[in-house]
């Protein structure tokens, strides 16, 4: 059964179209088994998301989309698996945004480091796969061990997507790190997309 594992709703300002409670119930109509609220840079929408997911009977993955400030645009969903883990993903995103102008989230990839016991992490990969990229990637793979790291796979539907999911493949070869497969979602329905856009 399929869990999808990237979701914006609309506590990502400017991002997400739809509520928590609306991603929820349309996960429970299509029979998901699992949906993650995984949010930038916050866990403001996890409260909402819980109580949906209790009355949809969905089973909800705690997440967070941590988009790091150095290095720049470096995307890592976050999911703590012990109530531990959970206080610890709450510190660092205190920690990103009492650094920063209101608003914002000012985070290194050390924070993180520092930060990463009992949290599975999932790499968003950029546009352009470069040897920066690939050596953050390899170091992230030493520190997230035990199989807490894997790298999200989307289709964009572009159309560089057949070269784009070829390169993610020869990716995980060279580095021994899972694809996990996600759709990146916005929005719970079709109609939402003009306020997404």
Partial sequence: AYAELQVTSNFTFLTGASCPAELIHQA???GLS???LTDT???AGVVRAH????QAGVHLVVGCRLRLSQPSGLTILLYPTTRTAYG??????SLGKQRAPKGQCHLRLHDLIEHNDGLLATVVPPPV????FLEVL???????DDDRLSIAVSC????DDLERLSHLNALTRHTHIRLVATNDVHYHRPDRRPLQD
């Fill in 28 to 30: 429970g109509a299509l």
């Fill in 34 to 36: 699992a949906i993650a």
């Fill in 41 to 43: 840079n916050t866990l």
């Fill in 51 to 54: 109580v949906a997911a209790r």
């Fill in 88 to 93: 610890r993903l709450c510190r660092l995103l």
């Fill in 129 to 132: 796969i470069d040897q920066d």
């Fill in 138 to 144: 390899e170091g992230l793979g030493h520190v997230f």
């Fill in 156 to 159: 964009l539907y572009g159309p």
